[in-house]
Each structure stands twice: as structure tokens, then as C-alpha cells.
């Protein structure tokens, strides 16, 4: 069972919402890479509202995501994309299915 996760919560600057699509679509070939990560999500909640969500079964693997390329590539644009910087959040997974 995975034990960890990560939600980022992600608002796109007005304007900036098809490219924020576009930059999560295009992470994807890089989350695949990653052995340590068991799934990866990559939401839109609203007009302007997007997500991330992760697990992991270890704190390597979620370590391992956090200082990943996809991380660095989020970082390095959110200027550009986001409306505030990207929140974060680690999580303890309670219950699985």
C-alpha cells in the first residue's frame, strides 16, 4: 500500500490556463520514469484551479519526485504560469483502495 502522497494546488494566471494544461499533459513521460512514483495525477478543478496528485509506498520515492525533474520544470516556469507560487503539501496516506 502507498503510504504518501503529494497535493499541489495550482492557479493560473489569467491568460495562462491552456498553457498550465499543456505543461501538465507534457509532464507526464517524465513522472513514467520515476520508479519511486506509484501514481500521478494531473487534475483541473476549475477555469483557472489545477492539481497534482501523487503517491508513493516510501519517503524515498516521494523525496526522489520532490527534487525530480518535473518538480525543477515546475518551479522554473511558475513565475510565468501561476498566479501565486504553487502550494504544496505533503501527505500520510490512511486508507487506500
Given at each position: 500500500?502507498?503510504?504518501?502522497?503529494?497535493?499541489?494546488i495550482l492557479e493560473a494566471k489569467p491568460g495562462k490556463e491552456q498553457k498550465v494544461a499543456s505543461f501538465l499533459k507534457s509532464a507526464r513521460p517524465l513522472v513514467l520514469q520515476e520508479?519511486?512514483?506509484?501514481?500521478?495525477?494531473?487534475?483541473?478543478?476549475?477555469?483557472?484551479?489545477?492539481?497534482?496528485?501523487?503517491?508513493?509506498?516510501?519517503?524515498?520515492g516521494r523525496d526522489a519526485h520532490l527534487t525530480g525533474e518535473?518538480?525543477?520544470?515546475?518551479?522554473?516556469?511558475?513565475e510565468e504560469l501561476f498566479a501565486e507560487?504553487?502550494?504544496?503539501?505533503?501527505?500520510?496516506?490512511l486508507a487506500t483502495k
Amino acid at each position: 500500500m502507498d503510504r504518501f502522497g503529494i497535493l499541489a494546488i495550482l492557479e493560473a494566471k489569467p491568460g495562462k490556463e491552456q498553457k498550465v494544461a499543456s505543461f501538465l499533459k507534457s509532464a507526464r513521460p517524465l513522472v513514467l520514469q520515476e520508479v519511486g512514483t506509484s501514481t500521478w495525477f494531473a487534475f483541473q478543478t476549475g477555469p483557472t484551479s489545477f492539481g497534482i496528485f501523487d503517491t508513493f509506498a516510501d519517503e524515498d520515492g516521494r523525496d526522489a519526485h520532490l527534487t525530480g525533474e518535473v518538480a525543477k520544470a515546475l518551479f522554473a516556469n511558475a513565475e510565468e504560469l501561476f498566479a501565486e507560487k504553487p502550494q504544496i503539501n505533503m501527505a500520510d496516506l490512511l486508507a487506500t483502495k
